[in-house]
């Protein structure tokens, strides 16, 4: 049920995430109703929202994994900000996330997040890179019959299970399967994100790029999240025509993860869920 109780932290409603979508097109972001829906059926205790009279100002989403959480999509309205709303909603999702049991907490920060997020004891262990290029895909769709080598091989980068991501982005998305990676395209014609994506080498993710993409001047605009520490990916990206447009700074608190980014070649979202 949708609280009208004033500047409190709720959980998110169905009637919320129109407001989120409509105030995250404007900060510029790359969100979706679906997403919104997938995190509330996930995790409902996660995903907060601070209110004043019935209205939404403050909102923020997280997600648990096996071990590890994340949190992002934290958004606070212009006139509301320097309030200590945003501040509330972080502590509260990682009071929900440590009473889940989650070992390990993952964001990414921006610049001027990144010293705010410090001083909450989260360490920087990579730079996200945002990609884009344009271009059309052709129309693959692999079954996911072997789910279980995916799985593993997601486990391999991330030093966790993150199944129920994973199986929701694949089946949302077209797949691309060979022995060695993966990789998943969701979204909408006209924008396109490339993720989940794993390889345990560069020449089969070159072959996975190369089997779907084409590169067109006038094609769908698409997207990817790539760790920077993963060069290859990098030097993949840019011989296909992608530029960097942004980047952040990967960072977790907790246990220290066994993370690999060599096997990630791009996240199974735009920064929000890992």
Excluded at 8 to 30: P, Q, Y
Excluded at 185 to 211: C, D, F, H, Y
């Amino acid at each position: 049920m949708c609280t009208t109780s004033k500047k409190v932290t709720v959980l998110f409603c169905n009637d919320d995430i129109n407001e989120f979508l409509s105030l995250a097109a404007e900060e510029g972001w790359i969100s979706d109703a679906w997403e919104l829906e997938f995190l509330r059926r996930t995790f409902p205790s996660g995903c907060l929202v601070c209110r004043n009279k019935g209205i939404p100002v403050a909102f923020l989403t997280s997600i648990k994994h096996g071990r590890s959480g994340w949190i992002g999509n934290l958004l606070v309205r212009k006139e509301w900000q320097g309030q200590g709303l945003g501040s509330a909603l972080f502590q509260r999702a990682l009071e929900v996330l440590d009473e889940a049991g989650t070992r390990t907490v993952w964001l990414t920060a921006s610049v001027s997040g990144r010293p705010i997020y410090e001083r909450q004891g989260f360490i920087a262990i990579d730079t996200v890179n945002r990609w884009h290029a344009q271009g059309r895909f052709t129309p693959v769709n692999d079954t996911a019959d072997g789910f279980a080598e995916i799985l593993a091989l997601d486990e391999a980068g991330w030093g966790d299970s993150r199944e129920t991501l994973l199986r929701a982005t694949i089946e949302r998305g077209r797949l691309s399967l060979l022995p060695d990676g993966f990789m998943a395209q969701q979204g909408e014609e006209n924008a396109v994100m490339i993720g989940p994506w794993g390889s345990r080498n560069p020449k089969t993710a070159t072959k996975l790029l190369q089997q779907r993409m084409i590169p067109e001047k006038d094609g769908s605009q698409i997207f990817l999240d790539v760790p920077s520490k993963n060069r290859d990916a990098s030097e993949l990206l840019l011989k296909t025509g992608f530029t960097v447009e942004s980047s952040s700074t990967l960072m977790y608190r907790g246990d220290k993860p066994d993370y690999a980014p060599e096997y990630i070649y791009a996240l199974a979202s735009m920064g929000s869920m890992g």
